[in-house]
């Protein structure tokens, strides 16, 4: 199957946004969606249904906030869902809505400078309409980029982030099936490899399992990129590993893969418990995290994987409501 007709969908989506105004949006959202479409947001936006709780929950007040808004897509991906048994197909982008940020959003104040939303997209589609999206952006990233970031310095770095390597990340035409299912096959067994990972000796034996030695990290916000596998286990594993208690996985709502890349998100992954020292934060309650995971599989290992967590969640469960502390303060 190649997927033709769901992606001509979702670009069709995303082009009626591109043309859209904050008294238009709702309208532009239900063109291509079902009426009880099931939207999942990052916190505050949370789960909407319907295009007009869509519009009102993030769009408008986005379009108020953000003047000329474009799509840059990095990503474009579609597949079968490895959760219900390939019985779903999803679409995947992936990039950053970029805009000029000239009214206040979410608290916020406006820079009136270029402003970089990393985001990513799950459609679910069928009978041609979307029926399921879970959209994930780094509003942490945003308020680093407005210069009012309310954390700790992170451990890794965090840039405007690019897209692969290999600038080849936009399958808007069909690739090979066999590739995309050595991609899904090396996901899963990565995934794998995380849960056992106690049965190698080293962090860096389990990594060079499925992973490039110059692999790419592209975490969140609050995380940061890394770059290697030993700067990786040194930013990234070590302190989620050791700061982090009683990891439970939760499993994902969908995984696919197509071409060299593929793709996961959960609702949420993973419910912990931080002990202290994690992003710079002392310990607190248990917690959940919702994650998006994007990958570029290069031979048989991973090269690149772009991250996305609702941090603003994380951190509110845990007491620290990162929203409020910028009305307080603003």
């Excluded at 962090?203 to 990129?225: F, N, R, T, Y």
């Excluded at 594993?237 to 050791?242: A, K, V």
């Excluded at 992003?279 to 031979?299: K, N, Q, S, T």
Aim: with cysteine; glycine share 10%; proline share 6%.
């Amino acid at each position: 199957m190649t997927f033709q007709s769901e992606k001509a969908l979702a670009r069709a989506h995303h082009a009626v946004l591109h043309d859209s105004t904050p008294d238009t949006v709702a309208t532009a959202l239900a063109r291509h969606t079902h009426p009880d479409w099931h939207w999942r947001g990052m916190h505050p936006w949370h789960e909407q249904h319907g295009a007009k709780a869509v519009a009102g929950a993030f769009w408008q007040p986005f379009l108020r906030a953000m003047s000329r808004v474009q799509r840059r897509e990095d990503v474009f991906f579609a597949g079968r869902n490895q959760i219900d048994g390939f019985q779903s197909v999803w679409v995947v982008s992936m990039g950053h809505l970029m805009g000029l940020f000239d009214a206040p959003f979410l608290g916020l104040k406006p820079t009136r400078r270029i402003t970089m939303l990393r985001y990513a997209e799950f459609h679910r589609i069928a009978d041609g309409q979307i029926i399921e999206t879970a959209f994930f952006c780094d509003l942490l990233h945003l308020m680093r980029q407005a210069g009012q970031y309310p954390l700790p310095a992170q451990t890794g770095a965090h840039l405007v982030q690019p897209g692969p390597a290999t600038h080849d990340g936009l399958l808007y035409q069909p690739a090979p099936e066999a590739e995309g299912a050595q991609t899904l096959d090396l996901i899963c067994r990565m995934i794998g490899a995380i849960t056992d990972h106690r049965q190698f000796a080293t962090p860096e034996a389990e990594l060079a399992q499925h992973w490039h030695d110059d692999m790419l990290w592209w975490g969140p916000e609050g995380i940061g990129a890394t770059f290697g596998i030993p700067r990786y286990i040194e930013q990234h594993q070590r302190p989620f590993r050791t700061q982090l208690a009683d990891r439970a996985f939760n499993g994902h709502i969908a995984r696919l893969a197509e071409g060299h890349f593929g793709g996961f998100f959960g609702w949420p992954n993973l419910s912990l418990t931080p002990i202290g020292g994690y992003m710079g934060l002392p310990a607190g309650p248990r917690a959940d995290m919702r994650v998006v995971d994007i990958y570029r599989r290069d031979g048989g290992k991973l090269a690149e994987n772009w991250i996305f967590i609702d941090m603003l969640h994380f951190l509110k469960m845990q007491g620290l409501d990162v929203l409020e502390r910028l009305s307080l303060h603003g």
